[in-house]
Antibody, heavy 121, light 109 residues
Framework: EVQLLESGGGLVQPGGSLRLSCAAS????????MSWVRQAPGKGLEWVSS????????YYADAVKGRFTISRDNSKNTLYLQMNTLRAEDTALYYC??????????????WGQGTLVTVSS | QSALTQPASVSGSPGQSIIISCTGT?????????VSWYQQHPGKAPKLMIH???NRPSGVSNRFSGSKSGNTASLTISGLQAEDEADYYC?????????FGGGTKLTVL
């Protein structure tokens, strides 16, 4: 059974940093691209970032480019999102999602339950 | 990176069919057959309903179907049921990025 378990969310002041983790199990982690998608309270879904299966190709939304870094450790079956220079508008529930192939774009069948990031003073 | 355009809301009676449109550009929906649709109930994670324009994952009812014409993708739900009431989001690959629509709230009357 595929499982994605996010952690690392919490309350952080504007300008601060957080690192999200997504522990994956139930599939060959190194064979699939992985992504982060967020949802601000009461708002729609917003793609944040994706990473190819090998980690060699990274993709970022303009809203986070230069501030967030996606990475993975295929030996630990874990996806990461390092978030720096956080802003109030980054407040959201952050989902980890498993892509259907080695590269992102073909859809996410498996999602975690999300980890909440709140940026506030 | 502009969001795809969806109607804010649609409604239908049980048994009827509805269509949700998703309009993009020639740089996203129009260029790639990588459009997916998600259903989200309140407080739940999104659920993949359609991938690659018209493919249904295993376990998704055949009442759900997807199509694309030019820069516009569509999700059709036939034989509406009460449990279909939810938010629906389209999503498209756009080269070096991925775009979501703003979401459509489906109300089953």
């Amino acid at each position: 059974e595929v499982q994605l378990l996010e952690s690392g969310g919490g309350l952080v002041q504007p300008g601060g940093s957080l690192r999200l983790s997504c522990a994956a199990s139930g599939f060959t982690f190194s064979s699939y691209a992985m992504s982060w998608v967020r949802q601000a309270p009461g708002k729609g879904l917003e793609w944040v970032s994706s990473l190819s299966n090998s980690g060699g190709s990274t993709y970022y939304a303009d809203a986070v480019k230069g501030r967030f870094t996606i990475s993975r450790d295929n030996s630990k079956n874990t996806l990461y999102l390092q978030m720096n220079t956080l802003r109030a508008e980054d407040t959201a529930l952050y989902y980890c999602a498993k892509d259907r192939g080695q590269l992102p774009g073909s859809g996410w069948y498996y999602w975690g339950q999300g980890t909440l990031v709140t940026v506030s003073s | 990176q502009s969001a795809l355009t969806q109607p804010a809301s649609v409604s239908g009676s049980p048994g009827q069919s509805i269509i949700i449109s998703c309009t993009g550009t020639s740089s996203d929906v129009g260029s790639y057959n990588l459009v997916s649709w998600y259903q989200q109930h309140p407080g739940k994670a999104p659920k993949l309903m359609i991938h690659e324009v018209s493919n249904r994952p295993s376990g998704v009812s055949n009442r759900f179907s997807g199509s694309k014409s030019g820069n516009t993708a569509s999700l059709t739900i036939s034989g509406l049921q009460a449990e279909d009431e939810a938010d629906y989001y389209c999503c498209s690959y756009a080269g070096s990025s991925i775009l979501f629509g703003g979401g459509t709230k489906l109300t089953v009357l």
